[in-house]
């Protein structure tokens, strides 16, 4: 290519100044061969797979720069941080060919003296150092380096982290790492105090935090407490209980729930539970999680108001119990209850390579879990749940994202079906928006949701880009969603809206429900604000047997982001 003028002119304003470059294009040359030259150090087959540019090729500069970079990052993961690729071009100017050869310097294997943390305020440096896999004192590795920044981005209190090398002055093979890190808000504290009429005056609150003084531990509280509802929880984990990365999470939870004035059907419960887990890695990516937890729970129906499905539950199971009671007026009602202590075994494996620990637009989630009561204790049951999360880049700055989740679960022994504190719920949010929240699948014989034992939902979303500024605090996409929850146990029945038809919530394709629409999502002080608007695209409209689904177009939540 040759440049036959240049030509500078200047607005009459003599405000802008326009560059006019003449150019000739010249001959098309092609690549008559490609090959590396120098001194290699790692086999040259591997280098050379590296090559981009190929016989027959037309000549193209993009094609020998990738190369150059790739070459050069290859020797830098054993060590070689600063290696020169020279492209070195012969040309043919009769054929109009080109022989290219890259010529490797690798220069001189270069080692870490320190690796330091800047804009650091609240983590503590053993935090942000047991997540490196580049050591000092160990020849300095590209793909350590860039591993390195993934585990610490994928922190949930760290925003963005980036790293420069910087060589020892009067050392030719010795180079500082610095790491330039970014935190975001690690605690979430909110609190309230309220009135309604159904409920008389409520107060709530709940602390959060996942970097509890600094230390990487979580930390969450939360109360609630009315006329009819009380819930006291606490949990605590410890990510690097040992320096093999075992992590430990103990809970404990208090609830005293009455739902005779809440628009779902009457049923109390009373339980306080303790659980204590570990979880073990198995590779950089994978780990194994082990837990146990017990729960002694009291439960209770009434014969006016509660659900025939929940009245027959705490009647055949665990130590069932009944009562009468006569009001002001002399009406008697039946109340049925049963008591009983469960014991709860767990193992989890999960799979995490998801590039930041929020709002993330490459890597992998998996989880499966498994989940199983004692044989022989009062209740017995199980429940196995899988999830999948994969963002993949579509063009450009567009992503998608595909998020698969089943879950299903039953009893065994004696016990006739799941507890109703175990059953799944769909619709709202985390399931499919457009819905009302936990308002899909099986209906009690008041018309209101029961939960089943199978849930299915499949989401996918196409996440718009965002200003580089927004990227780490906000979200915005279009997404699809498609799921529904049923019962698979013949042992529970559901009547229609008759009260006298029997209807089933077996499993079918054309039962899925879907919908689509716009969600937004702003990470914020108080938590995670999420906002959607979705449309239900085959909503069940019901008749004189079958219950409607209950739909909400506009839904709003706030939940913990850590």
């Known amino acids: 290519m040759d440049i036959e003028s240049a030509q500078v002119t200047i607005s009459p304003e003599k405000d802008d100044m326009f560059i006019t470059v003449s150019v000739k294009e010249g001959e098309i040359y092609k690549i008559a061969d490609a090959s590396i030259a120098g001194q290699t150090i790692v086999p040259l087959k591997d280098l050379q797979q590296l090559v981009l540019v190929q016989k027959g090729q037309i000549y193209n500069q993009q094609m020998i720069s990738a190369t150059q970079k790739l070459i050069e990052n290859r020797l830098g993961i054993e060590g070689y941080a600063f290696a020169k690729v020279d492209p070195v071009p012969k040309l043919d100017d009769e054929k109009k060919e080109v022989t290219m050869t890259f010529l490797v310097d690798p220069g001189k294997r270069v080692y870490v003296r320190h690796v330091t943390f800047a804009g650091v305020t609240?983590?503590?440096?053993?935090?942000?150092?047991?997540?490196?896999?580049?050591?000092?004192?160990?020849?300095?590795?590209?793909?350590?380096?860039?591993?390195?920044?993934?585990?610490?981005?994928?922190?949930?209190?760290?925003?963005?982290?980036?790293?420069?090398?910087?060589?020892?002055?009067?050392?030719?093979?010795?180079?500082?790492?610095?790491?330039?890190?970014?935190?975001?808000?690690?605690?979430?504290?909110?609190?309230?105090?309220?009135?309604?009429?159904?409920?008389?005056?409520?107060?709530?609150g709940s602390y959060a935090d996942s970097n509890f003084m600094g230390t990487g531990k979580r930390v969450a509280f939360e109360l609630n407490t009315g006329k009819y509802a009380k819930v006291l929880s606490f949990s605590n984990t410890n990510q690097y209980l040992t320096i093999n990365n075992i992590s430990r999470t103990y809970s404990m939870r208090y609830s005293d729930v009455t739902q005779f004035v809440s628009a779902s059907s009457d049923f109390s419960s009373k339980s306080i539970s303790g659980g204590l887990e570990f979880g073990y890695p198995i590779s950089e990516i994978q780990g194994l999680r082990f837990g146990m937890n017990v729960t002694r729970s009291e439960l209770l129906t009434t014969s006016s108001g509660s659900a025939l499905q929940a009245q027959n539950w705490v009647q055949q199971n665990g130590k069932p119990y009944s009562r009468s009671a006569v009001d002001d007026y002399g009406n008697i009602f039946e109340f049925?209850?049963?008591?009983?202590?469960?014991?709860?075994?767990?193992?989890?494996?999960?799979?995490?390579?998801?590039?930041?620990?929020?709002?993330?637009?490459?890597?992998?989630?998996?989880?499966?879990?498994?989940?199983?009561?004692?044989?022989?204790?009062?209740?017995?049951?199980?429940?196995?749940?899988?999830?999948?999360?994969?963002?993949?880049?579509?063009?450009?700055?567009?992503?998608?994202?595909?998020?698969?989740?089943?879950?299903?679960?039953?009893?065994?022994?004696?016990?006739?079906?799941l507890p109703p504190y175990r059953l799944f719920f769909g619709g709202g949010p985390d399931t499919v928006r457009g819905y009302r929240e936990s308002r899909l699948g099986p209906k009690d014989n008041y018309g209101n949701p029961y939960g089943g034992n199978f849930l299915v939902v499949a989401r996918s979303e196409l996440i718009i880009p965002m200003p580089e500024k927004f990227q780490s605090s906000a979200r915005v996409s279009l997404f699809y969603d498609m799921g529904n929850v049923f019962s698979t146990n013949n042992n529970v029945q559901f009547y229609g809206r008759d009260t006298l038809t029997p209807v089933t919530y077996k499993f079918k394709y054309s039962s899925l429900r879907r919908s689509a629409g716009l969600s937004v999502e702003w990470l914020a002080p108080l938590g995670l604000f999420r906002f959607s608007y979705g449309v239900p695209l085959n909503p069940q409209k019901g008749n004189s047997v079958i219950f409607p689904d209950e739909k909400e177009r506009f839904q709003f939540s706030v939940g913990q982001a850590f």
């Open 122 to 204: 609240r983590t503590n440096d053993v935090v942000l150092r047991r997540e490196l896999r580049q050591l000092e004192g160990a020849w300095v590795s590209n793909i350590l380096l860039e591993r390195s920044k993934q585990r610490i981005q994928q922190l949930p209190y760290i925003e963005k982290v980036e790293f420069e090398k910087n060589r020892v002055e009067g050392s030719d093979d010795l180079v500082d790492v610095e790491y330039t890190i970014k935190e975001r808000p690690s605690a979430q504290l909110s609190g309230g105090i309220g009135y309604s009429a159904s409920s008389s005056f409520m107060l709530n």
């Open 336 to 417: 049925f209850g049963s008591r009983y202590t469960g014991f709860e075994l767990s193992a989890a494996w999960y799979l995490q390579s998801l590039n930041r620990g929020l709002f993330p637009d490459r890597g992998q989630r998996q989880s499966l879990s498994l989940s199983s009561s004692i044989p022989g204790t009062s209740i017995e049951y199980w429940v196995a749940d899988y999830q999948f999360v994969q963002y993949v880049p579509i063009w450009r700055r567009l992503t998608g994202m595909v998020n698969l989740r089943a879950s299903y679960g039953d009893s065994f022994g004696s016990t006739t079906a």
